[in-house]
């Protein structure tokens, strides 16, 4: 049994961790992804919720988690591997993320008219944080105007965070019973690894895809190339079979994860 759980009633239940704790377990999850970039967050908006041993407690370890997926993007270079696997890390975790607390937590918060509000605002932030992804991900990662749009991307979601670590999360405390947020933790847990299993799936899929359009623009243009080195050729197909080797390590480290 990990030593961060406890066993009651034939269940295990994670124990409350010091907000030390529970802040350095999500950064070295996100240090797990790329161990030679520095990962620093600094301070973060003070929350109850560090540490605890339910629903809340596990958001607020995402949320350091993805605090330091940024700041690792913005101390990476260019379009080294270390930025596009972060980068893709990040985007992978805030959506499979958002997903699991919108059925985890949220769709509950919602049937009560008093949270209602707070659990819309929420779902409709997600939705923004989702189009400045896909915004970002359709843009060179080597050019200055991507730092900006993340920088823009960062502070939209360092903003969504802090309101549900200081204000709905608390809303949503005291409507709901500690058994229910302990459950919810469970919940949020196995809708999250589903949601990240189906997002790598797809993002295999269009990898494979777009591979194989390479490759067979580079096979069918092979006779046409002439005047082109053939040594040049051999180089961009030794790189593609870098980068799938690159990517297959990184979705094994990512289900590690």
Known sequence: MPKNEVRRAGRRHPLRESAGQAKQ???????????????????TPKTRFRGNPDVFGRLVEDHDRHRALFAMIEASDGVSRDRRALFKELTLEVKAHAAAEEQALWSSVLRDPQTTEDARHAIAEHKKLDDLF????????????????????????????????????????????PTDLRYMRQV????????K???????????????TAVVTTLLIGWPFWG???????????????????????AQKANKCS
């Open 25 to 43: 377990t999500g950064v070295a999850k996100a240090k797990a992804v790329a161990p030679g970039v520095t990962a620093r967050i600094g301070q």
């Open 134 to 177: 896909k915004d970002l991900a359709a843009r060179d990662m080597a050019s200055r105007r991507w730092l900006v749009r993340l920088a823009e991307a960062k502070d939209e979601y360092l903003h969504h965070i802090r309101e549900e670590e200081q204000e709905q999360f608390v809303a949503a405390e005291g409507r709901l019973r």
């Open 188 to 195: 949020f847990n196995r809708r999250k690894r589903a949601e």
């Open 197 to 211: 299993a189906v997002q790598d799936s797809i993002k295999k899929k269009d990898s494979k895809a777009n591979t």
């Open 227 to 249: 005047n082109v080195d053939h040594g040049d050729a051999n180089n961009q197909l030794q790189e593609i079979r870098t980068d799938l080797r690159f990517v297959t390590r």
